[in-house]
């Protein structure tokens, strides 16, 4: 005769505290996830804060007034206006309806918002916005430029140039993305400005962007002190030229993001293998690049000689 042994009963105070002590552990990983960051990327925050532009261009309502409005906690209008959440495609419809916007402009809406919070989002070249709010909030900058000077670091009269030579936008279109790209670099003069590391090719520094007064001042302005800039020499060989321009952002308390663009499409990579394989370039790029104090020499020796014709010289330490 089988005799089957049931697992003996906890006594009910004892099932109640194994429970409460699940929901605790739950609560404490939460939080700890929290605390850790938040799920936002470049172009949820960029979406959000255009919501948050919305309601303050088409209404008087505060964040509070609209959310008593809708029925939602002020916390609510917060985080989605800051992308730190996914609101439903019936919230976004909500909000943008108290704020009188046309159906038309609410489905345009919808259909960027869908890829918002996308570890991979692609842009066309001439959307700006989202790099630059990713790059104002940035702790940590690191950038990696084969062929022209970083435009964090560009003179108004390289970046005009630069756009003129170009030969892509008009008179209007290069005056107003010279004025976008100079404003951009406020964010290194600010007190609490981001660390920066420009990886900079020779390649960048030998090619003569307008006349060589334009050059000599471009190369001094690398000089400037609130930042540091690595020369990849030549001799580094094709290790030291890579298949695109690179940037990767990090923050304090989110995501680090990484991007690369072209005159086809900008990319942002919150992905985790992505951020990773940034990681690695950079960690490569600082194994084959010239010391801070030895770039710095370079370049200056390059300023002082750029009238005697920068394009034909050979890229030398002082």
């Known amino acids: 005769m089988m005799v089957v042994r049931t697992p003996p009963v906890k006594p009910a105070r004892q099932r109640n505290s194994t429970r409460l002590g699940t929901m605790l552990f739950g609560l404490q990983r939460l939080t700890s996830d929290r605390m850790n960051g938040d799920p936002s990327t470049p172009y949820s925050r960029d979406l959000g804060d255009e919501l948050r532009q919305i309601r303050e261009q088409w209404t008087t309502f505060r964040g509070r007034k609209i959310a008593r409005m809708l029925g939602w906690d ?11 959440v996914r609101a439903s495609e019936i919230d976004i419809i909500q909000y943008l309806g108290r704020c009188g916007r046309p159906q038309s402009f609410i489905e345009n809406f919808l259909e960027r918002y869908r890829s918002a919070f996308d570890t991979y989002v692609v842009q066309v070249p001439d959307s700006l916005r989202t790099m630059a709010m990713a790059e104002s909030t940035a ?13 964090l670091l560009q003179t108004e009269e390289y970046a005009t140039a630069l756009y003129v030579a ?33 990886y900079v090719h020779e390649n960048a520094l030998r090619l003569k962007v307008g006349n060589d007064e334009v050059m000599e001042e471009q190369l001094m302005r690398l000089l400037f002190h609130t930042h540091v800039i690595r020369i990849v020499p030549a001799a580094s060989g094709p290790a ?29 990579v919150q992905d985790d293998i992505g951020v990773k394989r940034c990681k690695s370039i950079f960690a490569r790029l600082d194994a084959l690049a010239l010391s801070e104090e030895q770039s710095r020499s370079v370049v200056a020796d390059l300023a002082s000689r750029s009238r005697e014709g920068l394009g034909d010289r050979r890229l030398h330490l002082a």
């Open 240 to 268: 030291g030229v890579l298949l695109a321009n690179y940037v990767l952002w990090e923050y304090e308390k989110r995501g680090s993001v990484a991007y690369t663009h072209s005159d086809l499409a900008k990319v942002f």
């Open 166 to 198: 170009r030969g892509v936008l008009s008179q209007d279109m290069i005056e107003a993305a010279v004025r976008f790209r100079i404003e951009r670099q406020a964010i290194l003069r600010r007190h609490d400005r981001p660390q920066c590391v420009f």
């Open 139 to 151: 702790e940590k900058i690191t950038s990696y430029d084969l062929t022209y000077i970083p435009g």
């Open 74 to 84: 002020p916390g609510k209008v917060s985080n989605i206006e800051h992308g730190k």
